[in-house]
């Protein structure tokens, strides 16, 4: 997609609340209807836009997998992950 193509990103938080970085209150959580009806209307006026997911790391596996079936639902073709290095380094032994 071209480079100024803005990201759709579903983020989860600890509790497991999906956002989305595009409506009129990005800060509030969403239900997994809305999520679907909002990036399906976005894919279907630009199929190339990247669909990315980032979660808290206390939430459970299973709500983040919940969260990219919603965006294969929505018409998303690939799904990535935006991660933080400084969390995800181990502590040396």
């Known amino acids: 997609p071209p480079d ?3 990201p759709l990103i ?3 938080d600890a509790r497991g609340n999906l956002y989305l970085n595009l409506g009129k ?3 509030s959580p969403i239900s997994e209807e809305i999520v679907r009806d909002r990036v ?3 894919l279907r006026r630009e199929p190339k836009t990247p669909v990315l997911v980032k979660a808290d790391q ?3 596996y299973g709500r983040v997998v919940t969260g990219m079936v919603l965006l294969q639902e929505a018409g998303a073709e690939k799904v990535g ?3 933080d290095p400084a969390e995800t380094k181990r502590p040396k032994r």
């Open 4 to 6: 100024d193509t803005k």
């Open 10 to 12: 579903l983020s989860v």
């Open 25 to 27: 209150d990005e800060d």
């Open 40 to 42: 399906a209307a976005v």
């Open 58 to 60: 206390t939430v459970p």
């Open 81 to 83: 992950f935006i991660t």
